[in-house]
C-alpha cells in the first residue's frame, strides 16, 4: 500500500498568515491526491481533488500543488474558520490512505 | 443535495459481530463507488473498504481484510459493511463516503455524520 507522511503534524499560524502544508507518498500518486478539511465533531470536507482543484465551492485561498510523490496544500490567508485538520489522500490505487494529518492552530 | 446516514453501531462484546448501514438520497447512488471510513477516538482518519458501483468490486484495508465485508443494494440506495470478529481496536466512528468516481478509486465529495461503534466487554 501507498504510505502517505504528513507535515508538520501540529502548525501554529496566526490569522491572516499563510499556511503550507506538505503530504509525501511512498511512491508516485502522479496527481491522484485529494486534501481534506475536519473540523471537531464534524465530518471530513473535501477542499481539492486531482491535487490542485478546488472542490465546489472551496474559497479560492486554498490551493494545491505538487505531483508524484511531493504535494502541498497552501492557504494563503488563515481566516478563522480555517483552523482545523487537514488530511492527503492518494486514490491512485486500492487501498486508498490518508495521511495522519496537520492540526492548524492559532499562534 | 446529498445525504449519507449511517445506522447500526453500537456496543458489542469483543469477537462479536455488527452490520452498519448507509442510507444515500439526493443523487444517483448505482453510478458511484462508495467507501467506508473509520476514525478512531482522537486520530486520524483509515480507510476500511470500497466498493465500485456495481458492487462487482470491493477491496480493504490490511487490517480489516477477511473479517469484514462490504456490500451495497442499489435497488434501496443503501451501503453496508458487515464487520466480524470485532477487536477493541475497531472501535471508532464509521464513516460512509461516496466517490467521485464510477469503478476506480476516486476522492471523496460527500461524506455522513457517522456511526459510532464500541468494542469491549
Known amino acids: 500500500e501507498i504510505v502517505m507522511t504528513q507535515s508538520p503534524a501540529t502548525l501554529s499560524v496566526s490569522p491572516g498568515e499563510r499556511a503550507t502544508l506538505s503530504c509525501r507518498a511512498s511512491?508516485?500518486?502522479?496527481?491522484?491526491l485529494a486534501w481534506y478539511q475536519q473540523k471537531p465533531g464534524q465530518a471530513p470536507r473535501l477542499l481539492i481533488y486531482?491535487?490542485?482543484t478546488r472542490a465546489t465551492a472551496i474559497p479560492a485561498r486554498f490551493s494545491g500543488s505538487g505531483s508524484g510523490t511531493e504535494l502541498t496544500l497552501t492557504i494563503s490567508s488563515l481566516q478563522s474558520e480555517d483552523f482545523a485538520v487537514y488530511y492527503c489522500?492518494?486514490?491512485?490505487?486500492?487501498?486508498?490512505?490518508f495521511g495522519g494529518g496537520t492540526k492548524v492552530e492559532i499562534k | 443535495e446529498v445525504h449519507l446516514v449511517e445506522s447500526g453501531g453500537g456496543l458489542v462484546q469483543p469477537g462479536g459481530s455488527l452490520r452498519l448501514s448507509c442510507a444515500a438520497s439526493?443523487?444517483?447512488?448505482?453510478?458511484?463507488?462508495m467507501t467506508w471510513v473509520r476514525q478512531a477516538p482522537g486520530k486520524g482518519l483509515e480507510w476500511v473498504s470500497g466498493?465500485?458501483?456495481?458492487?462487482?468490486?470491493?477491496s480493504y484495508a490490511d487490517s480489516v481484510k477477511g473479517l469484514f465485508t462490504i456490500s451495497r443494494d442499489n435497488s434501496k440506495n443503501t451501503l453496508y459493511l458487515q464487520m466480524n470478529s470485532l477487536r477493541a481496536g475497531d472501535t471508532a466512528l464509521y464513516f460512509c463516503?461516496?466517490?467521485?468516481?464510477?469503478?476506480?478509486?476516486?476522492?471523496?465529495?460527500?461524506w455522513g455524520q457517522g456511526t459510532l461503534v464500541t468494542v469491549s466487554s
Open positions: 463516503a461516496k466517490s467521485t468516481r464510477i469503478e476506480a478509486p476516486g476522492p471523496l465529495d460527500s
Open positions: 439526493g443523487f444517483t447512488f448505482s453510478i458511484y463507488a
Open positions: 466498493i465500485s458501483s456495481s458492487g462487482g468490486r470491493t
Open positions: 511512491e508516485s500518486v502522479s496527481s491522484n
Open positions: 486531482g491535487a490542485s
Open positions: 489522500q492518494q486514490y491512485s490505487n486500492w487501498p486508498l490512505t
